[in-house]
Structures are given as structure tokens and as C-alpha cells.
């Protein structure tokens, strides 16, 4: 297979689209995004601070924008229609190409360009398989691995975790 262009697949991904800012400003700071936040009762996220602070200035180097699970919950119940949730998608692009992002998750970046899966499986989860009979296609994961690498590679995905 040879490495094909997103361009020439003609595919548009929407959170790559910057945000019109003219959407982001309709919010008015009820704060029903940061209310129906799961991830924001347990950590330090708030994403009602991240709408109002990201347009005012670059807040790529904060830790929050990584702790957002994209559960969508805000997205579907703000009361303006604001696509919270691909706002922070957005974010976090835009974070990325400035060669930010949290040690964790370029870790698992790594993973998936190395190994093809984001969480590889180790020993102990190759003997629970083996033992519940569940098998492991090596000749087809190789395969596969070398479909992703070569994905991974045209859209420049491991350049831009190497920054
Ligand atoms: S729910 Fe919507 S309008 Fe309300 S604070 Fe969040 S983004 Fe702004
Ligand atoms: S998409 Fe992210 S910010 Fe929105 S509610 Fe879910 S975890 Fe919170």
C-alpha cells in the first residue's frame, strides 16, 4: 500500500476547523458545561474557565486541557449550542503543534507509533488471553502495524510528537 495523502482522500476533520470566534463569544458563563462535567468533579478542570480564558489569551500550557475525557456532556447541554467539547479538541491541536502535551499522553503517542496499540499488551495480559482461549494473530497484528505506521507517518502524526 502506498502512503496516501489526506488531502487526496479529500476527508475534512472538523476539529482541525479553528472555531469561529463569533461562537465562542455567544457564551455567557451560566457555568452548565463545568456543572455537567465528570471529569471536573474529580480534577481541577474547569471548563467554563477554559472558554472564558481562551479568548483572552493562549492557555496551551495548562494541564486542564488534557484532563477533559471527551464525554461530550458539556457540548450537548450548553444553552447557546457552543461545541464546548471540540473546542478543547481544538485546543489541544493547536497546544500540540506549540510541542505541548502532558508527559503521559506523548508516552502514549509513542506507544501507538511503536507498537500500533495506545496500551500494548504485555506478558500478563498475553497469559489471561492465552488462558480464556483467546487468540493472538502475531502475522496479522505485524500486518496491521505496518498499516498504521504508514497512516501515522502521512499525516505527520510522528513528527509532531517529537517536538
Ligand atoms: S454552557 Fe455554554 S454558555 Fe454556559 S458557560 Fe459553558 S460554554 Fe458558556
Ligand atoms: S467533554 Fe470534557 S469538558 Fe466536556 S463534560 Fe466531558 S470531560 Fe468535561
Redesign the pocket.
Known amino acids: 500500500m502506498g502512503i496516501i495523502s489526506l488531502k487526496s482522500l479529500n476527508i475534512s476533520f472538523p476539529i482541525f476547523n479553528p472555531m469561529k470566534n463569533t461562537e465562542i463569544l455567544?457564551?455567557?458563563?451560566?457555568?452548565?458545561?463545568?456543572a455537567s462535567c465528570p471529569s471536573g468533579k474529580y480534577t481541577s478542570l474547569n471548563?467554563?474557565k477554559i472558554?472564558r480564558d481562551s479568548v483572552r489569551k493562549d492557555i496551551s500550557d495548562q494541564p486542564e486541557l488534557w484532563m477533559c475525557t471527551t464525554c461530550y456532556n458539556?457540548q450537548e447541554?450548553?444553552?447557546?449550542g457552543?461545541k464546548?467539547t471540540d473546542f478543547v479538541l481544538t485546543l489541544r491541536s493547536e497546544a500540540v503543534k506549540k510541542g505541548k502535551i502532558l508527559p503521559a499522553h506523548r508516552k502514549v503517542c509513542n506507544f501507538l507509533i511503536k507498537t500500533g496499540q495506545s496500551i500494548p499488551i504485555d506478558d500478563k495480559h498475553r497469559d489471561i488471553r492465552k488462558k480464556l482461549g483467546l487468540r493472538i494473530d502475531e502475522a496479522a497484528r505485524k500486518k496491521a502495524l505496518k498499516d498504521v505506521k504508514k497512516l501515522l507517518i502521512s499525516t505527520g502524526f510522528g513528527e509532531l510528537i517529537k517536538k
Open positions: 455567544t457564551c455567557f458563563q451560566c457555568g452548565t458545561c463545568h471548563v467554563r472558554v458539556c447541554r450548553c444553552p447557546r457552543i464546548v
